[in-house]
């Protein structure tokens, strides 16, 4: 029911997903260190939503027919020159995974693959908020960053971020 094309690259776009849940833990972890464990707990939850985003692509793979290929993670970087740096490193990958899946798409749609096209939407729609949250935090960070009492401010935000699993649809 699926090309093979088009399995290659969602199993690519899972290794992608995979990939990114290591990063933002990194990142997490960088945060943590610093005693910012709000901000640590919003890179702890954005890095369950990627391996929620790994697992509906698994499961979309597997339910079209298509060979499950679990792909090598690399290791993420560990070490950041401050927060800021962070949040741009963040909103410079969340860039790299829409671009991904806009080509998952693309491919999807050159082939007439109407089910991947469909079930891809949802990733669309997800990268566009993603995309903009990250840009906003890029600018609120850089407004923080000099001011203890907004950083602590900023901190307490982020610190109310909970994961959510998406539902079937």
């Keep these: 029911m699926i090309s093979e094309k088009i399995a290659?690259?969602?199993?690519?776009?899972?290794?992608?997903e995979q990939y990114a849940a290591?990063?933002?833990?990194?990142?997490?972890?960088?945060?943590?260190?610093?005693?910012?464990?709000?901000?640590?707990?919003?890179?702890?939850?954005?890095?369950?939503?990627?391996?929620?985003?790994?697992?509906?692509?698994?499961?979309?793979?597997?339910?079209?027919?298509?060979?499950?290929?679990?792909?090598?993670?690399?290791k993420p970087p560990h070490e950041f020159e401050n927060a800021t740096d962070i949040f741009e490193k963040a909103l410079e990958h969340e860039k790299k995974v829409t671009r991904s899946i806009f080509n998952i798409v693309k491919n999807a749609n050159d082939e007439g693959d109407f089910a991947t096209t469909s079930?891809?939407?949802?990733?669309?729609?997800?990268?566009?908020?993603?995309?903009?949250?990250?840009?906003?935090?890029?600018?609120?960070?850089?407004?923080?960053?000099?001011?203890?009492?907004?950083l602590y401010l900023f901190d307490q935000e982020l610190s109310q971020r909970v994961f959510v699993p998406a539902t079937k649809a």
Excluded at 8 to 16: D, F, M, R, Y
């Design 8 to 16: 290659t690259l969602i199993n690519e776009q899972i290794a992608h």
């Design 119 to 150: 079930f891809m939407q949802w990733f669309i729609n997800e990268q566009v908020e993603e995309e903009a949250s990250a840009s906003q935090y890029v600018t609120k960070i850089k407004m923080v960053c000099d001011n203890p009492s907004a």
């Design 22 to 74: 290591q990063y933002y833990l990194s990142m997490s972890a960088w945060f943590s260190g610093k005693d910012l464990d709000g901000i640590a707990n919003y890179f702890r939850v954005q890095s369950k939503e990627e391996l929620m985003h790994a697992d509906k692509m698994f499961d979309f793979l597997n339910d079209v027919g298509g060979e499950i290929i679990i792909g090598e993670i690399a």
